[in-house]
């Protein structure tokens, strides 16, 4: 109801603060007008993996077709 009720300007603008949020960085969202924070959306990175009873913590990058993947070690070297 709250986003209906802004007009098509900031209603446009609203949306192009979401997908800030979206990409792949560390952007903030204005989410003010709905009532959200003023810095929504902020990615955190940290360097403190879990390391209780893990060996490996792999983040894998996979193309959509599967055929290609590249493994990451995050606690080691890349593969």
Do not use: W, Y
Not at 25 to 32: K, T
Not at 42 to 53: D, F, S
């Amino acid at each position: 109801d709250t986003f209906s009720a802004l007009d098509l300007v900031a209603q446009s603008g609203l949306i192009a603060e979401i997908l800030k949020m979206t990409a792949c960085n560390a952007g903030r969202a204005n989410l003010e007008a709905v009532g959200g924070a003023k810095g929504t959306g902020v990615l955190k990175i940290t360097k403190n993996l879990p390391k209780a009873g893990k060996e490996e913590f792999f983040l894998i990058h996979q193309s959509v077709t599967g055929f290609f993947e590249k493994k990451v070690d995050l606690l080691g070297d890349a593969f």
